[in-house]
């Protein structure tokens, strides 16, 4: 119950997210017409599926990084933090259709910069708030 509840939790915002960026970084000349919704929610779940690969791999290497680190907090955020602007970057990639010279852009890596607070403050931390921490194991470690 509490991995559906996360999972669509995250798929909210991030779907939000991506509506944002489809607003915020698509050039203005592209054919954004009233599919912007549905273009948004195909790409939050392009987001769900990295979140669940990058999930999959880190949680094969995490236990030996948190034993080192000791605190799974600071864990989640240093393993977490790259991971998401992989993952941002690419969703950020598909919203600028492949446009190298508008990824090199500030208004790119705000919009990353902020899909990494959405990815940490709206969708881990209320969540991690109600189960105990990040590795409860009420949900796992696979979604990144």
Do not use: Q
Request: charged share 10%; with cysteine.
């Amino acid at each position: 119950m509490y991995l559906v509840f996360y999972l669509l939790i995250k798929y909210v915002f991030y779907t939000c997210w991506c509506y944002i960026g489809l607003r915020f970084l698509a050039c203005k000349t592209s054919n954004l017409n009233s599919s912007i919704t549905s273009h948004a929610a195909t790409l939050g779940f392009y987001r769900i599926l990295l979140s669940i690969g990058f999930g999959i791999l880190i949680g094969l290497i995490v236990g030996p990084i948190n034993s080192v680190i000791g605190n799974d907090y600071l864990t989640y955020i240093a393993v977490y933090s790259p991971v998401r602007i992989i993952e941002w970057g690419f969703i950020g990639y598909l919203i600028v259709n492949h446009e190298w010279d508008r990824i090199m852009t500030i208004k790119f890596a705000l919009w990353v910069a902020g899909g990494i607070l959405v990815s940490f403050l709206l969708t881990d931390l209320p969540v991690f708030a109600v189960l105990g921490g990040p590795f409860t194991g009420k949900i796992g470690r696979v979604f990144c």
